[in-house]
């Protein structure tokens, strides 16, 4: 097992343009986050999914951002149209629900992004 | 809503001295407790965790116990080392299955 996988894990763009990230989660795990991280600041919460069923969307989260995860295996995180406010560290995390407890994230080393 | 607060860094100690960082949380029902850590460029790590009041979660000679009378989950090692060096996050998961994060204490340990 090669825990979370994110790519890329840099991305220089220009304002207006699309860029697409991809995550490859841990084989069998179940769910499946995005979070944003700024320099500072603790992990922001975006969106995740259960299988390729997404759950929940944080309200925070603009129009311009859709993820998916078509089979419930890897995901992407799509922004278009870039603006300079999205340059951040894009982290995927999965994990495996076993209904009751504690569920444990297991993060990716994340996907930087720089908007010019 | 759920939300988590920690002391602010950074934290500059000696080699050896005890390390506090303090976590206060709100949040509705019994969520659980988290640090997790980040060392200088590498990913989150899970640190230890706690599930319900009174648990005592420990890991690498950290440990946080749960308090559910003061919303507190405090980090501590008696005894710290350079290699410890990192930004600490407390974290909880409560009925909406994901992780709200407090905003990071730098950790910085002197020989």
């Known amino acids: 097992d090669t825990g979370v996988s994110q790519d890329p894990r840099h991305k220089i763009t220009k304002r207006g343009q699309n860029v697409t990230f991809r995550c490859d989660p841990i084989s069998e795990h179940n769910r499946l986050y995005w979070y944003r991280q700024t320099l500072g600041q603790g992990p922001e919460f975006l969106t995740y999914?259960?299988?390729?069923?997404?759950?929940?969307k944080s309200r925070l989260l603009s129009d311009r951002f859709s993820a998916e995860r078509p089979k419930g295996s890897f995901s992407t995180l799509e922004i278009q149209r870039t603006e300079q406010g999205d340059s951040a560290m894009y982290l995927c995390?999965?994990?495996?629900?076993?209904?009751?407890?504690?569920?444990?994230?297991?993060f990716g080393a994340g996907s930087r992004l720089t908007v010019l | 809503g759920d939300s988590v607060t920690q002391m602010e860094g950074p934290v500059t100690l000696s080699e050896e001295a005890f390390l506090t960082i303090n976590c206060t949380y709100t949040?509705?029902?019994?969520?659980?407790l988290f640090w997790y850590v980040q060392y200088p460029g590498e990913g989150l790590q899970l640190l230890l965790k706690?599930?319900?009041?009174?648990d005592k979660g420990s890991n690498k000679g950290f440990e946080a116990t749960y308090r559910k009378e003061t919303t507190s989950f405090h980090l501590e090692k008696g005894s710290v080392q350079v290699s410890d060096s990192a930004v600490y996050f407390c974290?909880?998961?409560?009925?909406?299955?994901?992780?709200?994060f407090g905003t990071g204490t730098l950790l910085a340990v002197q020989p």
């Open positions: 974290a909880l998961s409560g009925a909406t299955n994901k992780l709200i």
């Open positions: 999914f259960q299988n390729e069923a997404q759950l929940e």
């Open positions: 995390a999965s994990s495996q629900n076993v209904g009751t407890g504690a569920n444990v994230l297991t």
């Open positions: 949040a509705t029902g019994y969520p659980s």
């Open positions: 706690a599930t319900k009041a009174d």
